[in-house]
């Protein structure tokens, strides 16, 4: 293990440069390097889908939304749109059939879901949830197709509705789906151990239900499409904002039935996805088809109140747990049941987060011998769900780190020692978890000692004590470990995860020595231009300036599994790395011809390849010399001409990479066999996933008379084995920690009885501004990971998944004097006002519900 004082080399240390050189020095792993990128982005030369749309002449999109979260479609009549000027045409649903148009894909089938009701791109003969696309409509401008999208003449007959998953699990509840009886998409079960037998056993039994809020992503740029068909070359070109482009290149083409040499699928720049744009949407194939049916392009970017309706949304638990445990503490037994809203159809990853990222993550850091878990998924008349920042982590999070707080308040402990007597020691890792999967190693309890360590420094404790008249103040810690980086490939088929767990780069250095890096990993604002640069950088030695990264376009990388998960280090990053060696070592091969020595006995620093010296390198010159002399009889022989004379340059010499990469490409003198050029191309494919770990400590103050509350404080500490970039490490963590705090403060996607979306816009969907929020403070444990070649574990998610839980348990550690036992989140002012004056009435343990 290494604290925060040694991240800055986590690797080999890279030589420092000699003054005078011309070859500049890499930054390489470990720096903290300012984001190459940003400058382009600042300066408002960034690329995105509607910026290439606006110029681009193409037909614009409107597409027609149920108003009613359940109901049949009883007739569609686009004579009066038709009709309105600017009108090119209309989709419906019969449309789509007639061309033989497949739903969307479920990407992720977990065990025990027998059926999964697929999305239709447009609703055939009913509706299942408000927003739902019942047509699309199109036109010479926007507003066009807006006013043909109100003019469709739509005739619904509304149906009962089930709002929620309670609603959908009643006796009595009508099927959404045939294949779904009761409107269960599946139990997931796995146990460990024996927790019944557990649990009855032990002295102390906490019973505890909570709910995960359902949560809009809301990204900075919502979803956008391009779409423009070449009939001649019988080629779509299909640029949209994904974070999948392989992924949703091979989805596009199966809905099309198109073949995919027939498809250039690109996504350029991708401003926040946060899970949101890891779905494949029918907005993608409304767009192809029109483009491939009416000869033009076509361009559609979705509004923020169809943002708010129709892309997926996030988390949506209820969570029943048993927690049983001895007097002491320890920790004996675990029971838990989540209850998952998937929404109204499965969708992409939707089914498959709750049972598998949250189900097998319910233990967190814990030493649990004896536990079971059951995970319910639901269909009801909602928008579907898919994975938001964390994806099942931060849901599994909120479970154990509530009910250990809760556990440490009923025997009356301190909840760091509570959590210290029951985390696994790094002695203990790896470990296989009882119910699947296994931590491959951390140190947890040094990682909750560095947060706590940073508490004492902003002192904290005093902060809590001084509380204003009328206010209480809370402090509150959670911890959590995160499995990260979705692979090895034949464990998600083993978990009906119908994609790969291998990554890939293509590495091409130019005569010039500069370097172009494809990627299949793809980058919404995480500085993945830097990072992966450096990676290259700290092997090929070559300046980070003059490597430029190339990610999002299907049609010019080999492979790409895409980004979710924390993935792109551990498993693109390392792909690069992998790429990065090949390229080196075809380069070792040509110095070592040029400078009359074997490629392992070259010296590779500042750039440069050096000859040995001594009295072995002048034998070892004789044979190369020897070599050269066949080479030039064979060339003779061959073509009647003379290889020209080459001087062999005496010990020590030194030739630059870039004077290789020049020789690479003339190929005048390579060695026998190989093939001219200095490229590579290399895939990583992990045997398992690190496990990313943290803690969180929040001190939050609460007025008691308004219910208001405020983030004093907000501090962090994460492990994420190798840090590439400190300074992109921390925005990493500031981000997730800012929409940790929006889900546990403000943020909530609530619909009536009818399942009409109440939050409908950032009127009513509240986000946390700047003057919500706290400078946050971070910090560093590093323990690198085996499971690749960089050491590396998950840092994206880690604020998302710690934050919600350390800001909970800091407001009821300041209200639990004054008898608020049981919060909810969000935890508006509202909500803290009427469980105060429950408390106040003599309701112990009301949550303001």
């Not at 030369?45 to 999109?61: H, I, P, Q, V």
């Not at 809203?341 to 233990?363: C, E, F």
């Not at 190339?550 to 690069?576: D, K, L």
């Amino acid at each position: 293990m290494r604290h925060e004082r040694d991240l800055m080399k986590p690797l080999a240390p890279l030589p420092a440069g000699r003054p005078g050189d011309e070859w500049a020095m890499a930054a390489g792993i470990g720096a903290p390097l300012r984001r190459l990128e940003d400058e382009r982005l600042l300066r408002g030369r960034g690329s995105f889908t509607a910026d290439l749309a606006a110029g681009s002449g193409a037909l614009a999109m409107a597409v027609v939304r149920s108003p009613h979260a359940h109901a049949a479609i009883e007739g569609i009549d686009p004579a009066a749109a038709l009709r309105l000027p600017g009108m090119v045409g209309v989709l419906t649903a019969a449309d789509l059939d007639r061309q033989g148009i497949a739903d969307l894909p479920c990407d992720w089938v977990p065990p025990g879901m027998t059926a999964a009701p697929l999305h239709p791109v447009l609703a055939r003969d009913r509706v299942l949830y408000a927003g739902q696309p019942v047509a699309a409509v199109f036109a010479r401008s926007a507003a066009a197709a807006l006013d043909g999208a109100e003019a469709m003449a739509v005739r619904y007959r509304p149906y009962p509705v089930l709002a929620d998953q309670e609603a959908a699990l009643a006796p009595g509840a009508a099927a959404l789906h045939r294949e779904a009886p009761g409107n269960l998409a599946y139990r997931f079960w796995r146990e460990g151990g024996r927790p019944a037998a557990a649990i009855a056993a032990a002295p102390v039994q906490l019973r505890r239900r909570y709910r995960n809020n359902r949560l809009a992503p809301a990204p900075m740029e919502g979803r956008a499409v391009l779409s423009t068909y070449d009939p001649a070359a019988r080629r779509l070109t299909h640029v949209t904002g994904s974070q999948l482009p392989h992924v949703h290149a091979r989805a596009l083409a199966d809905c099309l039935g198109l073949p995919m040499h027939r498809l250039d699928l690109r996504a350029p720049d991708v401003g926040g996805g946060f899970g949101a744009k890891l779905c494949f949407y029918p907005e993608d194939v409304l767009a192809a088809v029109a483009a491939m049916r009416f000869g033009t392009a076509i361009r559609w970017e979705e509004s923020r109140s169809e943002g708010f309706l129709a892309t997926t949304h996030g988390r949506d638990h209820l969570q029943e747990v048993v927690l049983a445990a001895d007097r002491d503490g320890r920790i004996r037994g675990l029971q838990a049941r989540l209850t998952a809203d998937l929404g109204a159809y499965a969708i992409g990853m939707g089914p498959g987060v709750p049972a598998i990222n949250a189900g097998l993550s319910v233990s967190g850091p814990y030493r649990i011998d004896d536990l079971s878990v059951e995970v319910v998924g639901v269909y009801s008349n909602r928008t579907p769900t898919g994975p938001y920042r964390g994806a099942g982590h931060p849901e599994a999070t909120y479970l154990i780190e509530r009910a250990v707080d809760d556990l440490a308040a009923e025997l009356g402990l301190d909840p760091v020692e509570l959590r210290r007597r029951n985390m696994f020691p790094p002695r203990a890792l790896p470990r296989r978890l009882p119910i699947g999967f296994a931590l491959d190693g951390g140190d947890f309890a040094a990682t909750m000692d560095r947060v706590l360590a940073m508490g004492r420094d902003a002192g904290l404790a005093a902060r809590r004590a001084a509380a204003p008249v009328g206010h209480a103040r809370g402090i509150g810690l959670a911890v959590y470990s995160e499995l990260s980086g979705a692979a090895p490939s034949m464990g998600k088929g083993a978990v009906g995860f119908r994609r790969a767990g291998h990554e890939s780069a293509r590495l091409v250095m130019h005569p010039d020595g500069r370097v172009t890096l494809f990627s299949g990993t793809h980058s919404q604002g995480q500085g993945h231009a830097t990072a992966l640069a450096q990676i290259a950088a700290q092997v090929l030695q070559v300046p980070e300036a003059d490597i430029a990264v190339v990610q999002g376009e299907a049609g010019r990388i080999p492979f790409g599994t895409g980004t979710y998960n924390s993935r792109s280090m551990a498993v693109g990053g390392a792909a690069v790395h992998r790429a990065a060696r090949l390229v080196l070592a075809r380069a070792r091969r040509i110095a070592a011809g040029r400078l009359g020595c074997r490629p392992r006995d070259l010296a590779y620093r500042d750039g440069r390849f050096i000859a040995p010296s001594g009295p072995a390198a002048v034998l070892r010159r004789g044979a190369a010399a020897l070599g050269r002399r066949v080479k030039g009889q064979v060339f003779r022989r061959l073509t009647g001409l003379a290889l020209p004379p080459a001087t062999m340059p005496g010990p020590g010499a030194e030739i630059a990479m870039a004077e290789v990469a020049r020789l690479a490409h003339l190929g005048h003198d390579l060695p026998l066999g190989m093939a001219p050029g200095l490229e590579a191309v290399a895939s990583f494919d992990p045997r398992g996933m690190p496990a990313a770990n943290g803690a969180h400590l929040a001190l939050v103050d609460v007025d008691l008379e308004s219910g208001q509350v405020r983030l004093l404080e907000h501090l962090a500490a994460e492990d994420c084995g190798t840090v590439i970039n400190p300074l992109l490490a921390a925005g990493q963590v500031h981000g997730g920690i800012a929409q940790g705090a929006g889900q546990a403060l403000m943020e909530a996607m609530v619909h009536d009885p009818e399942g009409q979306p109440l939050s409908g816009s950032f009127g009513d969907y509240a986000v946390p501004r700047a003057a919500d929020l706290p400078a946050f403070g971070t910090g560093h444990v590093v323990t690198p990971s085996r499971l690749n070649p960089l050491g590396a574990r998950g840092i994206g998610e880690g604020g998302a998944i710690g934050a919600p839980p350390a800001i909970v348990n800091a407001v009821l550690d300041a209200l639990r004097a004054h008898g608020v036992t049981a919060l909810d989140m969000p935890l508006s002012p509202e909500r803290i006002w009427r469980a105060l004056q429950a408390a106040a009435d003599g309701e112990a343990g009301a949550d303001g519900e």
